[in-house]
């Protein structure tokens, strides 16, 4: 199996469980998800995009 096909396994898999909330993933998720399936970006490397996304979106609405 190849590393692509991997990741979106590990992927839909743990989106399997977000699901469960009701919550649908934000725009911004959804393109660092597919950064990760195309092999463009690590778990890492997305969660500190996210926490920036989410420090400025908070930062501007204080």
Known sequence: MDDRKKRKEAVEFALTFNT??????SDECKKLIEDYIEGKS?????????????SEKAKNNA
Do not use: Q
């Open 42 to 54: 690590t778990p890492e490397k997305n969660i500190e995009k996210l926490k920036k996304i989410y």
């Open 20 to 25: 469960f909330g009701g919550v649908e993933p």
